[in-house]
Antibody, heavy 126, light 110 residues
Framework: QLQLQESGPGLVKPSETLSLTCTVS??????????WGWIRQPPGKGLEWIGS???????YYSPSLKSRVTISVDTSKNQFSLKLSSVTAADTAVYYC??????????????????WGPGTLVNVSS | QSVLTQPPSASGTPGQRVTISCSGS????????VNWYQQVPGTAPKLLIY???QRPSEVPDRFSGSKSGTSASLAISGLQSEDEADYYC???????????FGGGTQLTVL
């Protein structure tokens, strides 16, 4: 059974870089069928997609975060990482990693997240 | 402000059928498929419906999805207390070239 687990500091200072890692078990990041990515949820608010990538290099980033986000992968460790630079209090959120199915069919692009990691809360505060 | 629009709340009594709407545009729902997620407070979201109307094997058939034009709906029949959760629609937006979510609907079972 595929499982994902986020890890990283729970507290980051304003203007610094947030760094998180997602460790995948029970399956390979190098699987040809799937993308992988990050989603966040500010306290009491809705879900916001951050970015998605394919292990061979195709990457999509949220236009609103693109200038500050980097997603990278370490296939040898079966992990992928998120870096978000120049953080502010608005970046305080629960950060989730997830496996993503992306396909193209008669009804357009199909893009769903399953499964998700349990999430990790990152507070941006001095 | 979310790209996909959902009502902030919905409610029903046990056994009832409730529907949650999701409104988008030609660049997202009108061009691509819709997915739905259930999030019990304090837990990670769980995939409920994919490709407009498909259910993962572990999701009860009380849950169903549909799509028409630039709108989609999630229906829950035989409402149960355990269905009390937040529900999110999601998809892909061709103009933004990215994934988009609705703002979420908090379902209360009265």
């Amino acid at each position: 059974q595929l499982q994902l687990q986020e890890s990283g500091p729970g507290l980051v200072k304003p203007s610094e870089t947030l760094s998180l890692t997602c460790t995948v078990s029970g399956g390979s990041i190098s699987s040809s069928n799937y993308y992988w990515g990050w989603i966040r949820q500010p306290p009491g608010k809705g879900l916001e997609w951050i970015g998605s990538f394919y292990y061979r290099g195709n990457t999509y980033y949220s236009p609103s975060l693109k200038s500050r986000v980097t997603i990278s992968v370490d296939t040898s460790k079966n992990q992928f990482s998120l870096k978000l630079s120049s953080v502010t209090a608005a970046d305080t959120a629960v950060y989730y990693c997830a496996r993503i199915m992306i396909t193209f069919g008669v009804d357009g692009m199909d893009n769903w997240f399953d499964p998700w990691g349990p999430g990790t809360l990152v507070n941006v505060s001095s | 402000q979310s790209v996909l629009t959902q009502p902030p709340s919905a409610s029903g009594t046990p056994g009832q059928r409730v529907t949650i709407s999701c409104s988008g545009s030609s660049s997202n729902i009108g061009s691509n498929t819709v997915n739905w997620y259930q999030q019990v407070p304090g837990t990670a979201p769980k995939l409920l419906i994919y490709t407009n109307d498909q259910r993962p094997s572990e999701v009860p058939d009380r849950f169903s999805g549909s799509k028409s034009g630039t709108s989609a709906s999630l229906a829950i029949s035989g409402l149960q207390s355990e269905d009390e959760a937040d529900y999110y629609c999601a998809g892909w937006d061709d103009s933004l070239n990215g994934a988009v979510f609705g703002g979420g609907t908090q379902l209360t079972v009265l």
